[in-house]
C-alpha cells in the first residue's frame, strides 16, 4: 500500500563487476574520445555553454570537443545525494548510496487490457489506472511515466501523463517523455503549483526528469534544452544512452562503455558549466543488438554486466544512477521474462544502483502488461529479502532455542519463532502447494497476478490532489495547448 515502500537497503550482498584499473582506463578512453572525436550537440545555447567553457565548438557540425580536465571539474560541482521528494514525505526516495529503489517501465505504446485481454493502443485513462496499481504496490518506489497518453495531443501529451499520476499517487514522479523547452516551463509550472512556489519545489523535487542521448556520440537539441530547463529549477536531471553493442556501440563491452559513457558524462558536465550543483544522475540501459536481425533486444548477459558496471561508473563520478532492468524483450509474462527481469535486477541491484526501471513492460518496452507489474513486483520482493543477507548476531544464532528444543522437537511454538516469523520471505505467486492441489485446477502466477491487478483496478481508487489543484493543472494544460497549438 502506498504508506511505504520496499526498497533495498543497505544489502549484505555485493558485486565487483570492474576493477578500480579498469574504471580508470574507461574514464581515460572516455575523455580521449570527447576531446579528440567530440560529441554532437545540435543546440546553439548548449553549444554557446559549452564554447564559453573551452570546448572547440564545429557550429556546422554542431560538434563539440571539450577538453578532459573541463569535464572533471564540471562533474566535481555535481552534488553526490540528494532526495526525490513525494507528495507524501514518507515516500520520499533518499539517492545517498545505501538504498535502490524500484520504479515502472517508461514511453510503452500498447497495453494488454486487464479485462478483456485486448492489445490496443494506450489512452491517459491507461496512465492513470496503470499509476494507481503501481502506487497500490509497496515494491514500486517511484513513477516513471509508464505508457504514452495517445489520445491526447502531441504537443501536450506529456503533461496529461503527468496530470494523469500527480492525481492518484503521492509517489515521486520522473517523466521521460518531455524533449523540448516549451513543455518542460509548462511542467515546472504544474509541479510549481503542487509543490506550493519555485523555491519549495527547488527544496523538495517532486519532479525529476529523465532524457535519452542519440548513440553513437549525439544527443538530441529538443532534450539538452529541456534539460537545461529543468536544472535550472532545480529538477534532477538525468540522460540516459541506450547505446548497443554492434549498432549504435563498438560490439565490444568495454567500448559499448565508452561510447555509452561519454554521451551521458558530457550531457551531465553541461548541466553543471550552465548550473554549477544542480543535481543530475547518470542513466543507462545499454544492450546487445541481435546479431541476425539487428533489433534491440531487452535481455542477454550483455545487458546484466552492463547493469553492474555502469553503476560503478556512477560511483566513479559520484553521481546516483538510474539502470534500465526488468525490460524484457519476451512477448508475454513466462521463462524468459523471468529470467531476464531477475538476472537483470540481481545485477544492477549487486552494485547498488539507486534507481532501477523496468517493472511492467514487454517486448522492449512496448507493451504494458499488468500481469507482468505484478510478477515484477514479486521478484523486487525476492531481491529485497535476498540482499538482507544472513545477520549473525546472539538473536540470530539462537542458541537458547536450540538448546530449549534439543533433538527431535519442534520450533513453531518457540517465542522466538513467533517473534521473527514475519522476517521469513512469502510468495504471492510462486506455486507451493501440493501437486494434488495444483493438479484440481492447474491455474498459476499468471492468473493469480492478472486477479489481482482486476482487484485493485476495481477498488482502489486514490485521490492525491484537492480539487482546487487539480482544476490549477487543467488551466496550465489547457494554456499550454491554447499557446502552442499547430
Excluded at 196 to 203: C, V
Excluded at 239 to 257: E, F
Excluded at 313 to 322: C, E, G, I, K, T
Excluded at 463 to 481: G, N, S, T
Amino acid at each position: 500500500m502506498p504508506n511505504k515502500i520496499r526498497s533495498v537497503h543497505d544489502p549484505r550482498i555485493s558485486l565487483n563487476i570492474l576493477s578500480k584499473e579498469d574504471i580508470e582506463k574507461i574514464h581515460t578512453a572516455t575523455l580521449d574520445i570527447i576531446e579528440s572525436v567530440g560529441v554532437r550537440f545540435p543546440s546553439h545555447k548548449a553549444l554557446d555553454i559549452l564554447e564559453a567553457n573551452h570546448a572547440v565548438v564545429d557550429r556546422e557540425k554542431m560538434i563539440a570537443k571539450i577538453p578532459g580536465e573541463v569535464i572533471e571539474e564540471a562533474l566535481s560541482k555535481a552534488p553526490p545525494n540528494y532526495t526525490l521528494a513525494a507528495l507524501e514525505p514518507a515516500l520520499d526516495l533518499p539517492l545517498d548510496g545505501t538504498y535502490s529503489h524500484l520504479g515502472t517501465d517508461g514511453c510503452g505504446v500498447e497495453i494488454l487490457d486487464a479485462f478483456t485481454g485486448e492489445r490496443r493502443r494506450t489512452t491517459k485513462q491507461d496512465v492513470s489506472d496503470v499509476a494507481r496499481v503501481a502506487d497500490y504496490l509497496d515494491e514500486i518506489a517511484f513513477h516513471w511515466v509508464p505508457i504514452s497518453a495517445q489520445d491526447c495531443p502531441p504537443y501536450s501529451r506529456s503533461l496529461h501523463e503527468l496530470e494523469a499520476i500527480w492525481k492518484v499517487s503521492k509517489k515521486h514522479l520522473q517523466t521521460e517523455s518531455i524533449i523540448n523547452e516549451n513543455e518542460m516551463q509548462t511542467a515546472i509550472e504544474m509541479a510549481v503549483a503542487i509543490a506550493g512556489g519555485k523555491d519549495a519545489l527547488r527544496q523538495r523535487p517532486i519532479l525529476s526528469v529523465m532524457q535519452c542521448t542519440t548513440s553513437p556520440l549525439s544527443h538530441d537539441g529538443g532534450s539538452l534544452e529541456a534539460g537545461l530547463v529543468a536544472a535550472e529549477a532545480g529538477l534532477p536531471i538525468g540522460y540516459m544512452t541506450m547505446a548497443s553493442c554492434a549498432t549504435t556501440g563498438p560490439v565490444t563491452l568495454a567500448g559499448n562503455l565508452v561510447v555509452g559513457n561519454a554521451e551521458v558524462i558530457s550531457a551531465l558536465a553541461l548541466m553543471e558549466m550552465a548550473y554549477p550543483g544542480c543535481p543530475v544522475y547518470y542513466a543507462a540501459a545499454q544492450t546487445a543488438a541481435d546479431l541476425r536481425t539487428g533489433a534491440y533486444t531487452g535481455g542477454g548477459p550483455e545487458d546484466f554486466l552492463f547493469g553492474a558496471a555502469t553503476n560503478r561508473l556512477a560511483d566513479f563520478y559520484n553521481v546516483p544512477l538510474s539502470m534500465g532492468a526488468f525490460a524484457t524483450g519476451a512477448k508475454e509474462p513466462g521463462w524468459q521474462s523471468a529470467v531476464e527481469n531477475s538476472l537483470s535486477a540481481f545485477m544492477a541491484v549487486s552494485t547498488l544502483s539507486d534507481m532501477l526501471l523496468g517493472a511492467g513492460l514487454l517486448h522492449g518496452s512496448r507493451i504494458l502488461s499488468y500481469e507482468m507489474l505484478m510478477l515484477d513486483a514479486e521478484i523486487w520482493s525476492i531481491l529485497c529479502a535476498t540482499f538482507e543477507g544472513i545477520i549473525v548476531d546472539e538473536e540470530n544464532l539462537a542458541l537458547d532455542v536450540i538448546r530449549s528444543v534439543g533433538p527431535g522437537g519442534n520450533f513453531l511454538a518457540q517465542k522466538h519463532t513467533k517473534k521473527h516469523m514475519n522476517e521469513r520471505w512469502l510468495p504471492r505467486y510462486m506455486d507451493r502447494r501440493p501437486y494434488n492441489v495444483w493438479e484440481q485446477k492447474k491455474d498459476g502466477a499468471r492468473e493469480w497476478a492478472l486477479q489481482d491487478a482486476q482487484r485493485i483496478l476495481r477498488e482502489y481508487h486514490p485521490q492525491a490532489l484537492d480539487e482546487k489543484l487539480i482544476a490549477e493543472l487543467d488551466r496550465i494544460i489547457k494554456a499550454h495547448e491554447d499557446k502552442f497549438k499547430p
